[in-house]
């Protein structure tokens, strides 16, 4: 059975760093490009950031412009997790974190963690 289990969110102020995990098992997690999406209060899904396999030498990531220069999404396949370090956090970035994997056309998604970015 895929899980995805998120961790590390909380309350920060403006211009702040959490760093989220999201704990995998169940599937091949090294296999598998990984994403991270958000959801705002009363707003829609937003994908935030996605890491390719690491079946190369190094790994691609993307980011949506929202979050370029200040997010930085990681994998650690010896453990099975995903991570995303959050820099210079805004009051914007306020939302439920998700990360989502698709295997075969099927999408999993973790509960989520929640970002505050409050003074």
């Known amino acids: 059975e895929v899980q995805l289990v998120e961790s590390g969110g909380g309350l920060v102020q403006p211009g702040g760093s959490l760093r989220l995990s999201c704990a995998a098992s169940?599937?091949?997690?090294?296999?598998?490009?990984m994403n991270w999406v958000r959801q705002a209060p009363g707003k829609g899904l937003e994908w935030v950031s996605l890491?390719?396999?690491?079946?190369?030498?190094?790994?691609?990531?993307r980011y949506a412009d929202s979050v370029k220069g200040r997010f930085t999404i990681s994998r650690d396949n010896a453990m099975n997790t995903l991570y995303l370090q959050m820099n210079s956090l805004k009051i914007e970035d306020t939302a439920v974190y998700y990360c989502?994997?698709?295997?075969?056309?099927?999408?999993?998604w973790g509960r989520g963690t929640q970002v505050t970015v409050s003074s």
């Open positions: 890491i390719s396999t690491s079946t190369e030498s190094t790994e691609s990531t």
């Open positions: 169940g599937f091949t997690f090294s296999r598998y490009a």
């Open positions: 989502r994997v698709n295997i075969w056309g099927s999408f999993y």
